[in-house]
T-cell receptor, first 117, second 113 residues
């Protein structure tokens, strides 16, 4: 299909390990977002890319979280020295719109469910 | 800081009933509002997007309204079906910001056969 693809679907890691989560957006989509969804909560914004530029990282909870999109397509969210509170579903979304045109809907992947033991 | 509230957290109705899901937001300076559906273990599917200049949007059995001045939106589902069972989330994009969505916690809907 032509939707947003995230991998892995499930990730289990021990506390203190580093993890990397991948997002493959819809081809041609300029904007890419990462959200964190805790159990029973709505998604919360982490970071936003327009092409390869990270324009907003205000939602990243700590400096252990790092995101990149080096070629303006695939993005990776990396979490270093994982903690139990990092356990959540990490959702990626992409949109055709650039920042100046926000009425294009965001298309979401199925997420990566991260469990930290 | 924008806050989005959805009450109640869960709702159970018999099949065939018409129902209304409510969403409220604290800052009326929004660019648009979206309603999403989330099935267990899945991502979000966009149902309707209402621009700030619009009052409502319709798609099939769904109708969403927006009253920006009072900070409220409703999602109306006509003739509910068991397949409508899911979590429904509303989200807003604030003006003056990037395109990030601020979400409510969602309403988990169960439609009983």
């Amino acid at each position: 299909g032509a939707g947003v693809s995230q991998s892995p679907r499930y990730k289990v890691a021990k506390r203190g390990q580093d993890v990397a989560l991948r997002c493959d957006p819809i081809s041609g989509h300029v904007s890419l977002f990462w959200y964190q969804q805790a159990l029973g909560q709505g998604p919360e914004f982490l970071t936003y890319f327009q092409n390869e530029a990270q324009l907003d990282k205000s939602g990243l909870p700590s400096d252990r979280f790092f995101a990149e999109r080096p070629e303006g397509s695939v993005s990776t969210l990396k979490i270093q020295r994982t903690q139990q509170e990092d356990s959540a579903v990490y959702l990626c979304a992409s949109s055709l719109a650039a920042q100046g045109s926000r009425n294009q809907p965001q298309h979401f992947g199925d997420g990566t469910r991260l469990s930290i033991l | 800081k924008q806050e989005v509230t959805q009450i109640p957290a869960a709702l159970s109705v018999p099949e065939g009933e018409n129902l209304v899901l409510n969403c409220s937001f604290t800052d009326s300076a929004i660019y648009n509002l979206q309603w999403f559906r989330q099935d267990p273990g899945k991502g979000l599917t966009s149902l309707l997007l209402i621009q700030s200049s619009q009052r409502e949007q319709t798609s099939g059995r769904l109708n969403a309204s927006l009253d920006k001045s009072s900070g409220r939106s409703t999602l109306y589902i006509a003739a509910s079906q068991p397949g409508d069972s899911a979590t429904y989330l509303c989200a807003v994009i604030d003006t003056g910001a990037n395109s990030k969505l601020t979400f409510g916690k969602g309403i988990t809907l169960s439609v009983r056969p």
